[in-house]
C-alpha cells in the first residue's frame, strides 16, 4: 500500500501513535500487537490494568477510538478506565467525547461491528454483552450499576443494586437511550431516543420500545444495516 493510501486511511490517528502503540503492546500478545489492531485518537488514560483481547481475526485497525466524526460534540477523543476486562469480537467503532469505565469486577464483551457515533458513557461493574452489529446513536449510557445500595425500614436489604446487561444482535439504540442494569434485549431491537430500558424485555424480535421506562410501542420494526441511507430530496 502507498504512503499516500496508508494517510488517508489512517492518518487521523497519527498524533496519538505513541499511545496507540502502548495500548497495543501493553495490552494484545505480541503476534496481535504487532499490527495495530486497535487505533486510538487523543485517549485519555485514566487506568490501564485489567485485561484487553481480540477474539478473531486480527486487522490493523480494526477497533477505532475516539473518532472524531460528529462535528457538534468536543473533539476530546475518549476516556479509557480499564480495571476488568474488556474483549472485542470483531469490529468497533467508539467516536469522539467518549468514556469506558470498567471496574475491576467488571466485563465488557463487544460484538462485530459494534458502532457508538458520539459521546458513549459505558460504566460496567457487573457484565455487559453485545451482539453483532449494535449501532449506539449520540449521548447514549449504559451502567449495570446504581453505585448506591437501599434497605428497607426493618433493616433488610433492598433490591439488589447491580445486574448485567444483555443486548442482542442489531440493536439500534436512538439519542440519548439510557440502558441500566439487569437489561436483557432480543435481537433487532430498536430503542427510541430519550428512552430507558432496565429489566428484560420478553417481546419479539425486531420490535420498538420507548418511554422511560420503555414499553413495547410496535413489533415487526428493525434497522436494515444494508439499507440505512435516507434520501432527503426524495
Avoid at 475516539?66 to 476486562?85: H, M, Q
Amino acid at each position: 500500500m502507498s504512503l499516500k493510501k496508508l494517510y488517508r486511511r489512517y492518518g487521523w490517528c497519527l498524533r496519538s501513535l505513541p499511545q496507540t502503540i502502548y495500548f497495543n503492546f501493553h495490552y494484545l500478545p505480541f503476534r496481535q500487537a504487532i499490527h495495530l489492531p486497535v487505533l486510538l485518537y487523543k485517549p485519555h488514560f485514566r487506568r490501564l490494568d485489567g485485561q484487553v483481547s481480540i477474539e478473531g481475526p486480527v486487522r490493523t485497525g480494526m477497533v477505532r477510538l475516539g473518532t472524531n466524526d460528529v462535528g457538534i460534540y468536543p473533539n476530546s477523543g475518549i476516556a479509557l478506565e480499564i480495571g476488568g476486562r474488556l474483549t472485542f469480537r470483531g469490529r468497533c467503532t467508539i467516536g469522539n467525547d467518549s468514556y469506558l469505565s470498567i471496574a475491576d469486577t467488571g466485563s465488557v464483551t463487544l460484538g462485530d461491528n459494534f458502532m457508538a457515533t458520539a459521546a458513549l458513557k459505558l460504566v460496567c461493574c457487573c457484565r455487559m454483552t453485545f451482539g453483532r452489529d449494535v449501532l449506539c446513536g449520540w449521548e447514549c449510557m449504559f451502567l449495570d450499576t446504581d453505585y448506591h445500595k437501599t434497605k428497607h425500614t426493618d433493616g433488610s436489604a433492598g433490591v439488589r443494586p447491580f445486574g448485567p446487561i444483555e443486548i442482542g444482535d442489531e440493536c439500534w439504540f436512538a439519542l440519548r437511550s439510557t440502558v441500566l442494569k439487569n437489561t436483557v434485549l432480543p435481537p433487532r431491537t430498536i430503542v427510541a431516543s430519550h428512552s430507558m430500558t432496565s429489566g428484560p424485555y420478553d417481546i419479539p424480535g425486531a420490535s420498538m420500545i420507548a418511554g422511560s421506562p420503555a414499553r413495547l410501542v410496535r413489533t415487526g420494526v428493525y434497522r436494515d444495516k444494508d439499507d440505512d441511507t435516507i434520501d432527503y430530496d426524495a
